[in-house]
């Protein structure tokens, strides 16, 4: 099968590579969409993941074979994926935090992904895909999913203020969490000209090109200066200073944006003003599932985030280069093989 192979950083070739057959416990997806995530972008400008894999792990798709004694799956059901290999056995999947398993493994990170005809999935890992979505929709529950577990692990509360910077998938996607979250006095930020215009669509109270450190001040004073919550969605290491300057006195950045290099930090001002960083990483089985309920409730639209589709034989030219491109008229592309 023809298979888009990531070979270390900045290399993906187009390559044939056996199809997988599946055994006791897998199933084989025929891949409809699979989705270039964030993290695959930085994956790929700085050689984030282990080479030589097949990436992709944002999959939706139908079944196209089942292994021995599989029961609940058959040929041609609609599915989406938990890319999420976790052990079940570590200290944390005891305590119900599968995210953090010391023996983590995940579908298009260390495993053979979606940027292929087909993936091989465990069974438990398949998750049905409601009538009511359309397929490529399917390819956007881990970015929810993990802003789900954000706002849950900081005790977002309606009434609460905040600030987005960076207008990518992940950005998009908490802004609409947000707002059916009951925030007060949403901000967002983003040099993007085309992502800053498709976000407001959503309503924030203000949208700014840049940050304007005096504007956003001035935009939150009526409650206090500063914000409760700043969610740092670019990965620019620079930004989280500036996000010092813009949370509240004893307020929360949450740190979204990924970055794989030491950065220096004004670490009195985050001591003075009490400020806590929290970081996120993937999300638990009941956030995905959430985020599936919440797009088929129409309360989360994926669609004006989802901008371009790209054959798996131009992912290279037209998916990740145009997705790491600061001008891209992009948010989030998907592969179809």
Request: aromatic residues 8%.
């Amino acid at each position: 099968m023809k298979a888009a192979l990531y070979e270390g950083k900045e290399k993906i070739s187009i390559v044939d590579i056996p199809k997988p057959i599946p055994q006791k416990g897998e199933v084989l997806v025929k891949v409809k969409y699979a989705g270039i995530c964030g993290s695959d972008l930085e994956a790929y400008k700085t050689g984030l993941y282990p080479a030589h894999v097949v990436m992709g792990h944002e999959i939706t798709g139908t079944v196209a074979e089942i292994g021995p004694e599989i029961q609940k799956w058959k040929e041609g059901d609609r599915v989406t994926i938990d890319s999420t290999l976790e052990c079940g056995k570590c200290y944390f999947c005891k305590k119900g935090l599968t995210n953090l398993c010391l023996f983590e493994s995940a579908i298009g990170i260390d495993k053979n992904g979606g940027f292929a005809e087909y993936v091989l999935v465990p069974e438990r890992d398949l998750i049905t895909l409601p009538d009511s979505i359309p397929d490529r929709s399917g390819t956007v529950f881990d970015q929810i999913a993990t802003g789900l577990l954000a706002l849950r692990e900081v005790n977002f509360q309606s009434g609460n203020t905040a600030i987005i910077l960076g207008l990518g998938t992940m950005g998009q996607f908490l802004l609409q969490l947000l707002k059916i979250s009951g925030v007060r006095n949403l901000i967002v930020v983003e040099k993007n000209s085309y992502r800053l215009e498709i976000a407001k669509k959503f309503n924030p109270d203000l949208a700014l090109d840049k940050i304007n450190v005096a504007k956003i001040k001035r935009a939150t004073k009526n409650i206090v200066v500063g914000s409760d919550f700043v969610l740092e969605c670019t990965g620019v290491p620079f930004v989280i200073n500036t996000a010092l300057d813009i949370v509240r006195k004893g307020g929360c950045i949450i740190q979204v944006g990924l970055w794989d290099k030491p950065f220096e930090i004004n670490y009195l001002n985050l001591i003075l003003n009490q400020i806590r960083i929290q970081g996120v990483y993937g999300f638990l089985r009941k956030d995905l599932e959430f985020a599936i309920e919440l797009v088929a409730r129409q309360l989360i639209d994926p669609q004006p985030i989802i901008t371009k589709i790209v054959p798996l034989d131009d992912i290279l030219e037209e998916g990740f280069k145009q997705g790491i491109d600061p001008e891209t008229k992009n948010i989030k592309i998907l592969i179809e093989p």
